[in-house]
Structures are given as structure tokens and as C-alpha cells.
T-cell receptor
Framework: AQSVAQPEDQVNVAEGNPLTVKCTYSVSGNPYLFWYVQYPNRGLQFLLKYITGDNLVKGSYGFEAEFNKSQTSFHLKKPSALVSDSALYFCAVRALDQTGANNLFFGTGTRLTVIP | KAGVTQTPRYLIKTRGQQVTLSCSPISGHRSVSWYQQTPGQGLQFLFEYFSETQRNKGNFPGRFSGRQFSNSRSEMNVSTLELGDSALYLC??????????????FGDGTRLSIL
């Protein structure tokens, strides 16, 4: 079955330190991967995507993600965390669902807290 | 350029009632998708409309329905409301269908509370 997993419900990091939010996927074929961020009482905002090409993808607000095919991972990273980065982060993968149709699967989300 | 607009932002209903939520996509976007977000279940896909046709549907009962108008605005209807329908309902739009490479643009949601 196609799926995406975010193994950590919560990640805490000190301001100024590098941050990593983990995502692994399980799909047949080539994955299309996305990261979104959700601030309180707001919808999801697109951060970045991997379709093909360079394994390191750069996105909004200084975030980047590394696609690792052998480890089936797409971890979100930032070299220096800001308090304003505190939010809920979702990984998503485009893949075929059980009906054979293309679908977009979201992870369960990781809450990032940046401590001043 | 205006973003995705959802109305109302907050809604309180009682069990057994029905509710209609509205979503206006970004101008030029023909795909509108609806999601239900709850603390326990996370983000779950309800359905997608593209050019007035339902293109894809998630695993929700028939009480959940939707439609899309010729101007791409979409409405979602939930009948015979249950306590478990309390959630944040998110609408997302994109120029192409949600199974394309394009990211989705989300509205801020309608928070529905069932008493």
C-alpha cells in the first residue's frame, strides 16, 4: 500500500540550531513528494516539492529537503531554526491509491517547537 | 492575487442538522479539493472537483457531498451531522488536478463544532 510516515509527533529544537523533520514513504514507481507547513488556525502552506532532478530541493523560508531513494526518505531541514518556524509540518506523496487512481497522501504531521 | 477563501470561518451546529461550507479558489484554478482535519485522524481527503465534475473521492459516508460551479467555486454539504463531524474542513485549489505535480493552495478552513 502507498503511504507516507512521519515518525516523530513532536520535535523540539533550540533557536539557532539546525532542525530536521523526518519523512519516509512507501510507493511503487517514482514518488512525487511535498512538504507543507500549518500555523495555528490557518490552512496548509506549500514549502517545497521533489519531482525529479537534484536530490536537494530548496524551498520557502530557508527550508530544504533531501530526497534519498535508497532510504525512501524526504527529510525537511533548515540550517538555523527560528522561533517563528514553530508550526505543524506535513509531508505528502503523490501515488496510486487502491482504485488505481493518482492520489495525494499526507503524513500525520510533526509539531515543531523552536525554543528561544 | 487573492488566495483561497473559505466561509464561514467558524460554525456551530447541533446533531442531526445539516451544513453547507463554501470555498472560492484562486482565480484560474479549476481543481478544488476538500479535506477534514481532526486531532485523532489527521488530514483526510474528502473529494476533489475539477471543471464541475467530481474527480476523486475519499472514504467518507454519503452524508458528505459536494459540488462545483462553473466559476470553480465549490460547496461542501454534510447532512445529519454527528458529533464526530467536528473538525477543521480545509479547501485547497490548484490549476491542474491534485494528482499533477503542482502544489495545492489551501484556505484557512472552516472550523465546525457539533454540540
Amino acid at each position: 500500500a502507498q503511504s507516507v510516515a512521519q515518525p516523530e509527533d513532536q520535535v523540539n529544537v533550540a533557536e539557532g540550531n539546525p532542525l530536521t523533520v523526518k519523512c519516509t514513504y512507501s510507493v511503487s514507481g517514482n514518488p512525487y513528494l511535498f512538504w507543507y507547513v500549518q500555523y495555528p488556525n490557518r490552512g496548509l502552506q506549500f514549502l517545497l516539492k521533489y519531482i525529479t532532478g537534484d536530490n536537494l530541493v530548496k524551498g520557502s523560508y530557508g527550508f530544504e529537503a533531501e530526497f534519498n531513494k535508497s532510504q525512501t526518505s524526504f527529510h525537511l531541514k533548515k540550517p538555523s531554526a527560528l522561533v517563528s518556524d514553530s508550526a505543524l509540518y506535513f509531508c505528502a506523496v503523490r501515488a496510486l491509491d487502491q482504485t488505481g487512481a493518482n492520489n495525494l497522501f499526507f503524513g500525520t504531521g510533526t509539531r515543531l517547537t523552536v525554543i528561544p | 492575487k487573492a488566495g483561497v477563501t473559505q466561509t464561514p470561518r467558524y460554525l456551530i451546529k447541533t446533531r442531526g442538522q445539516q451544513v453547507t461550507l463554501s470555498c472560492s479558489p484562486i482565480s484560474g484554478h479549476r481543481s478544488v479539493s476538500w479535506y477534514q482535519q481532526t486531532p485523532g485522524q489527521g488530514l483526510q481527503f474528502l473529494f476533489e472537483y475539477f471543471s464541475e465534475t467530481q474527480r476523486n473521492k475519499g472514504n467518507f459516508p454519503g452524508r458528505f457531498s459536494g459540488r462545483q460551479f462553473s466559476n470553480s467555486r465549490s460547496e461542501m454539504n454534510v447532512s445529519t451531522l454527528e458529533l464526530g463531524d467536528s473538525a477543521l474542513y480545509l479547501c485547497a485549489s490548484s490549476r491542474e488536478p491534485r494528482d499533477s505535480n503542482q502544489p495545492q493552495h489551501f484556505g484557512d478552513g472552516t472550523r465546525l463544532s457539533i454540540l
